[in-house]
T-cell receptor, first 116, second 114 residues
């Protein structure tokens, strides 16, 4: 079984400041890792994913995450946030190769609030 | 591409009645669909996994007779909350896959039981 820990339930920052949302996972098998973003009263949108290859993955809107196998982490970063980045962010994993139809295991989420 | 819709987006029903929520993959065939429940300020809780043409697999603690899931075609899955009660009020989200790792999520349905 897998588990995901998001260490911060809330992260308030000022606009244009850098931010890091932390995610650690536990798994006895190899996993794929994901970050999803959820705006109020909406479903989840995939922000970025790590499957294999380069451990640094980037999204089109300036977020990046780095897979660190030794620390079992997949922290999300952005060098300069905007008000529009205010949302709930979920880290998730699924085991490589499927099994259980690629069920996702989610962290509890981190509410990023960007203040002017 | 890979758009998933849910209908309705919001529904209010009286206690004791049943309500059906639809989840559709609009531009792809979904071999597997998932149903989640999200409580306020909480993460997503997987309720069940459904594969087209077969019975849904429910997670531990989820009442099969209360949350009826039907995956009748490769583009449609439905969740019926039977004999709804106020404690069933929640945000229900579905997702769909094409048999691989990536899940595409619907916009969610807000259910309020009065």
């Amino acid at each position: 079984a897998q588990s995901v820990t998001q260490l911060d339930s809330q992260v308030p920052v000022f606009e244009e400041a850098p931010v890091e949302l932390r995610c650690n996972y536990s798994s006895s098998v190899s996993v794929y890792l994901f970050w999803y973003v959820q705006y109020p009263n909406q479903g989840l949108q995939l922000l970025l994913k790590y499957l294999s290859g380069s451990t640094l993955v980037e999204s089109i809107n300036g977020f990046e995450a780095e897979f660190n196998k030794s620390q079992t982490s997949f922290h999300l970063r952005k060098p300069s946030v905007h008000i529009s980045d205010t949302a709930e962010y979920f880290c998730a994993v699924t085991r490589v190769g499927g099994g259980s139809n690629y069920k996702l295991t989610f962290g509890k989420g981190t509410l990023l609030t960007v203040n002017p | 591409g890979a758009v998933v819709s849910q209908h309705p987006s919001r529904v209010i029903c009286k206690s004791g009645t049943s309500v059906k929520i639809e989840c559709r993959s609009l531009d792809f065939q979904a071999t597997t669909m998932f149903w989640y429940r999200q409580f306020p300020k909480k993460s997503l809780m997987l309720m069940a996994t459904s594969n087209e043409g077969s019975k849904a697999t429910y997670e531990q603690g989820v009442e099969k007779d209360k949350f009826l899931i039907n995956h009748a075609s490769l583009t449609l899955s439905t969740l019926t909350v039977t004999s709804a009660h106020p404690e069933d009020s929640s945000f229900y989200i579905c997702s769909a896959t094409q048999g691989a790792y990536e899940q595409y999520f619907g916009p969610g349905t807000r259910l309020t039981v009065t």
